[in-house]
């Protein structure tokens, strides 16, 4: 994010320092609040003025240690999150989050509540702009409500035209927002000269009024430095200066692009005379010098390769590397053919990244340049972005007519679908020679090793499709075999793209094929042809999706039309159950939907559902279209359970959805779904407007369902006091009982919103009313760590000392969180220090789990007992030493904790140390030195050494058996330490523990004979039938041993994996070795899902067995699986060595008798 800024030309000497004494400046900036609007012409230098005043005002901010301070440099040059407005709000908004942390709160519970919508681990959701629009702004309020704030926007202009101007307003918007609740905020944004109604906050500076004297001043420096052939006065270098800046007409680009040309006439022995008469044919405004760069500064022999080079330059998806563009410019020579392609070979190849940034002056003419990015890397880029604009616009037409020497024969729209078709050709060369020349387990190496071996695979994999579907139909004209070099590549360039960028939305799922990427793409040409062919039309990936499914994802009519008239399924559902036409509904493709609803498609079954979906998304015109072809708008069902309640939920609720849905007769008290009802989706979403529609159409105040109860919980528990006040004058029952915390009241307190709980106080509610997640409001607020609604709770006369909840008491809840503050607080209000109850016993105990040395001793001096019994842990003492924090342990030994006290989790503080996650050695000396018994025996591991075993912490095993540790001691979950290491996989703490003597055939004795069948079972050393399921038989690392048990095997599966049989029998059936390696892999995939339990989907086929904790009993189950039902002989140690999981299969497939090919033929073929 820093590229643009650290690139921008930092202003010349002597430069820029008028604005500083601009009386208009000056005023502005005495003002607390207010919008400072660089604006310019292209060119004139306003991100040189915006870099100086950066500086300026960043010393002063760093001199007084005071406010926030934030910016974001727009580069249209850059990757999507440098050069978007979504990329702006992610960037300020985590600026914001790290540098004042008391918005963390509710940032966080906004992410989280997304989660919560769609999903949380390798999220595939994306940010709405107007939720992060919301967020951010709402968050820069909060915080400059307590400090100055200062925001740096530069460029907004390079975001395109429409997001400019939605930009510029969005700010003022803000400023007048801080005005008007009288907050101290300075907003500086720079764009180009736009049409906006400026607000009374805005002051607006024109860069080309005042920047003729600093335009002077660079050109006058530049030519002192240029040595005059002749004897040039002084006046006629002034003169000189003058005229040229007169010329430049307050556009600072045209000046810096004139003077190397001035610089290389002087070289040429030409005087002030000839360069005065020169500037006559030198046109004024810079996109006439860019011409005139084109046609005249560029040598004619380099035009054709500059051509290419400028196509690249401005039309690919992000700035390309010096590296990059070695290999780019080289596919232009580049062909696909059976023998291997070096690229290094080809001809015109530039070896090295010093020669090409020669070239890339002889190139550009100064209309590009080398510029330094972050990971130590070097990009290409065009000097201003005005040079791009001009590209698009006119330049690489001119460039076209030159080398061609035709005029008028094409125009600039077929000029840009010429261009991409290039760049998708380059792709899909350079993807087909790499795949061609190299064996498939080549693509299963690390990312960085595919980069560094093939510097232009990251780019061609991502883009290639992307540069396809942009060109159209110009590709037929560069590629006569295309549909062949795709078949052929497609299977690789899957696991490259799964290697290269897992997690991207766009990474293609296992079983994608080249007609699904066709229809994705609206690739007619391809599509066609595949379609005469044998392609099953029908045929979906791994998720589910068909080439329909694709089209309506990407909102591909033309594509669509072709699939239905060759028979594909309109009605066809993926895995999650999703048609096409609610994919189109959800990516709110309007014209698609249009389509599909005037094919017939059934509305009756999918209608409700496509609603559903269109309304969450807040696409409002795909509603209107979806009730006019006759949805049931009251359709139940879904997340939601209705598309009032989806409108409703949308993030600050769509009011326009929700009236087109209330005047459909969207019954608005419909119960169900998340949320139980609209109108707590609404409040929940702290939408005000979407709320009073709703109570205006006689919405239910107090509705009772959903996972907050009540409308009024769902306001309060977002913190929303305008809400919140809505639905009280709607007669809203303040003390109304449900949901997650109980009342409205102990929601407001969990978030911590003083002004939300004054306002529910004044309203009556009862301060200590008991339910909820809690107990009561007191204990929600002292968890949250709110010391003010803390206060504002107990001024009202809440019970300090009230039991219940998660936490027993608020003393314990402000212990666990470790807030010293509020501790204090409830100490001094007579809260029961020793008070009993809740998840951790006691306040002493859930402050040494928390390892708040602190918050102990606080509550050591207010006399807590350090030996109390209960809770989780059992005592303090245990607690701290699980927590790891060796100065709690040593806190509470000196205050007299017993070391040897038995009870908890694990037994004693000894074990809890030893088998904590971050294995603490120090935690584990320090109790031994206080007389430990190294020998105690229960607890969750049977004794501290195998609790350290279990962990795999070899200093903690050596530390212990020095101390006398039984290293025989048998009992606890894994029956001694040696079993527990060897279980857990740590060879190094094995070989430590057999080293000092631990027998093994004792283990096994005790095992066979003392410890009973259900051992026995769990070892695989009997069969598990008609004994009782031990404890940790549903743990998933052992769930796979009793899989063949009908009363504990594949709970936790997936019920849509398919049989082992219909494998079986597709491998039988199957004509060609790719066809039997993917029923084979399809077979191997579902036996590993249930071993490890996990979705087929979340496998990655790069990946080792050994990455999904596979281990070696695991490793027998499934060679035994796969001897039995694949007929593949195939040893132990081979499968644990396998490099990956395609490896395997692969592997597996050649093994196999039951493919219907000689293993020796599928072999040859797969290598």
């Known amino acids: 994010m820093l590229d643009r800024k650290d690139n921008i030309e930092a202003c010349h000497t002597n430069t820029c320092e008028w604005i500083l004494e601009l009386d208009e400046y000056r005023s502005w900036r005495d003002q607390p609040c207010g919008l400072l609007w660089i604006k310019g012409k292209p060119g004139a230098g306003k991100s040189t003025l915006m870099v100086f005043l950066h500086g300026k005002l960043q010393k002063l901010h760093d001199a007084s240690h005071g406010g926030i301070w934030l910016d974001f440099f727009f580069t249209a040059r850059g990757v999507e999150m440098q050069r978007t407005p979504l990329g702006m709000l992610r960037s300020l908004l985590n600026q914001i989050f790290v540098r004042d942390p008391t918005i963390r709160p509710q940032v966080r519970e906004i992410y989280e509540q997304r989660c919560r919508q769609f999903g949380f681990g390798e999220r595939k959701w994306q940010w709405p702009r107007t939720v992060l629009e919301e967020l951010l702004a709402s968050a820069i309020l909060a915080s400059a409500a307590k400090q100055r704030m200062t925001i740096f926007v530069d460029a907004l202009d390079e975001a395109g035209t429409e997001s400019a101007q939605q930009l510029a307003v969005y700010f003022q918007r803000l400023v007048d927002r801080a005005e008007r609740k009288k907050i101290a905020l300075q907003v500086y944004i720079s764009c180009r000269h736009y049409p906006i109604l400026e607000s009374s906050q805005t002051v607006a500076i024109h860069v080309e009024d005042h920047n003729q004297g600093d335009i002077a001043t660079y050109i006058k420096d530049m030519l002192l430095e240029t040595e005059f052939g002749d004897a040039s006065s002084q006046g006629m270098r002034e003169v000189l200066v003058e005229e040229l800046a007169q010329q430049a007409k307050g556009v600072f680009q045209w000046a810096y692009l004139i003077i190397p040309l001035i610089k290389q006439r002087v070289t040429e022995g030409e005087s002030i005379s ?79 990244n010093e020669r090409m940034k020669r070239r890339v002056k002889a190139l550009a003419g100064g209309l590009a340049e080398v510029v330094s990015s972050g990971n130590d890397e070097e990009t290409i880029q065009v000097v201003h972005q005005s040079v791009n604009d001009f590209l698009r616009a006119k330049g690489l037409l001119l460039l076209y007519h030159s080398i061609s020497g035709r005029t008028g024969s094409m125009d600039m729209d077929t000029i840009l679908f010429q261009s991409q078709a290039t760049l998708y050709r380059s792709c899909l060369v350079y993807l087909a020679t790499i795949c061609s020349n190299k064996q498939m387990s080549h693509f299963q190496r690390s990312k960085d090793n595919l980069v560094c071996d093939h510097p232009f695979l990251k780019y061609t994999t991502i883009n290639i499709f992307i540069h396809a579907e942009k060109a159209a139909g110009s590709r037929g004209a560069l590629l006569y075999n295309e549909n062949d070099i795709l078949q052929g590549m497609i299977s690789a360039w899957i696991r490259i793209y799964q290697c290269l960028d897992p997690s991207s939305a766009a990474c293609p799922a296992i079983g994608t094929t080249v007609l699904h990427m066709a229809a994705s793409a609206n ?69 698609f939907v249009e389509w599909l609803l005037e094919e017939g498609v059934e509305i009756k079954t999918g209608g409700g559902a496509a609603l ?25 069902g879904g997340k939601y359970g209705n598309a009032l309640q989806a409108a409703a939920g949308a993030y600050n609720g769509s009011a326009e959805t929700v009236k087109i849905l209330l005047d459909a007769q969207a019954d608005v008290n419909a119960q169900g779904g998340e949320f ?59 003390n109304a009982q449900g949901g997650e915390f109980g009342n409205a009241l102990q929601a407001a307190a969990w978030r911590g919103s003083a002004e939300t709980v ?117 005592n303090a003492l245990q607690a701290a030493a699980w927590r790891g924090s060796a100065e709690t342990v040593k806190i509470l030994l000196d205050a007299q904790a017993d070391v040897n006290a038995q009870g ?264």
């Open 523 to 591: 690739l007619v040409d391809v599509i066609i042809p595949l379609l005469l062919g044998d392609e099953y039309i029908e045929k979906s990936n791994r998720v589910g999706n068909t080439a329909l499914h694709f089209a309506a994802q990407a909102g591909h009519t033309t594509a669509g039309k072709i699939l239905q008239e060759k028979g594909a399924n309109r009605e066809a559902k993926n895995n999650g159950g999703a048609t096409p036409l609610m994919e189109a509904a959800r990516c709110g493709h309007l014209g």
């Open 758 to 874: 004054k306002i529910l106080l004044d309203a009556q509610a009862d301060v200590n009313a008991q339910g909820g997640e809690y107990g009561n409001a007191l204990q929600a607020a002292a968890w949250r760590g709110s010391a003010e609604t803390v206060k504002i709770l107990l001024d009202a006369q809440a019970d300090v000392n009230a039991q219940g909840g998660e936490f027993g008491n608020a003393l314990q809840a402000a212990a666990w969180r470790g807030n010293a503050e509020i501790v204090k607080i409830l100490l001094d209000a007579q809260a029961d220090v020793n008070a009993q109850g809740g998840k951790y016993g006691n306040a002493l105990q859930a402050a040494a789990y928390n390892g708040s040395a602190e918050t102990v001793k606080i509550l050591l001096d207010a006399q807590a007992d350090v030996n109390a019994q209960g809770g989780e842990y059992g």
């Open 274 to 352: 000839d360069i005065r008469d020169w500037l006559g044919e030198v046109p004024a405004g810079l996109e006439n010098v860019y011409i005139y760069i084109l046609s005249n500064v560029i040598a004619a022999n380099n035009r054709v390769q500059s051509f290419l080079f400028f196509q690249w330059i401005c039309l690919a998806e992000r700035p390309l590397t010096v590296v990059e563009i070695r290999y780019a410019l080289a596919a232009e020579n580049a062909q696909i053919s059976p023998s291997r392609t070096i690229w290094e070979k080809l001809h015109g190849f530039v070896e090295s």
């Open 612 to 636: 559903q979906i269109a309304a969450l998304k807040g696409h409002s015109g795909i509603v209107e279209i979806l009730l006019e072809a006759r949805a049931d708008v009251n359709a139940q």
């Open 676 to 734: 139980g009802n609209a109108l707590q989706a609404a409040a929940y979403n702290r939408s005000a407007e979407t709320v009073k529609i709703l109570l205006d159409a006689q919405a239910d105040v107090n509705a009772q369902g959903g996972e907050y109860g009540n409308a009024l919980q769902a306001a309060a528990y977002n913190g929303s006091a305008e809400t919140v006040r809505i639905l009280l004058d709607a007669q809203a029952d303040v």
């Open 904 to 1167: 908890g989790e694990y037994g004693n503080a000894l074990q809890a140390a030893a088998g904590a996650y971050n294995g603490s050695a120090e935690t584990v000396k320090i109790l031994l030195d206080a007389q430990a018994d190294v020998n105690a025996q229960g607890g969750q591991y049977g004794n501290a050494l195998q609790a350290a075993a279990w962990r795999g912490n070899a200093e903690t095993v050596k530390i212990l058996l020095d101390a006398q540790a039984d290293i025989n001691a048998l009992g606890g979950e894994y029956g001694s330490s040696l079993l527990a290491a060897i279980y857990s996989g740590h060879a190094d703490v094995t070989g430590i523990l057999l080293s000092a003597g631990a027998d093994l055939l004792a283990t096994l004795n005790y095992v066979l004979t003392a410890r009973g069948l259900e051992c026995q079972a769990a070892l695989g050393l009997v069969p598990d039938a008609d004994v009782k399921k031990p404890d940790w038989f549903e743990k998933r690392h052992v769930s796979h041993l009793v899989q063949d048990s009908a009363r504990f095997a594949g709970a936790e599966l997936d019920d849509n994996i398919g049989s082992g049989s219909d494998h079986i029998e597709k491998i039988g059936s199957a004509n060609t070795v790719e066809e039997a390696v993917e029923a084979v892999g399809a077979a191997v995939l579902d036996d590993l899902s249930k071993l490890i339990i996990m979705p087929v989907d979340r496998i990655l086929l790069h990946r080792t067995l050994e990455s999904y904790g596979v281990d070696s009993l695991v490793v027998v189950e499934f060679r035994n699986w796969v001897v039995a039902m694949l007929a593949a002989d195939i040893s132990i140690l081979v499968i644990r060595e396998s490099r990956s999981i395609d490896n395997l299969i692969q592997l597996v497939a050649s093994k196999s008798r039951l493919v219907p090919v000689k293993p020796q033929e599928a072999v040859s073929k797969l290598g």
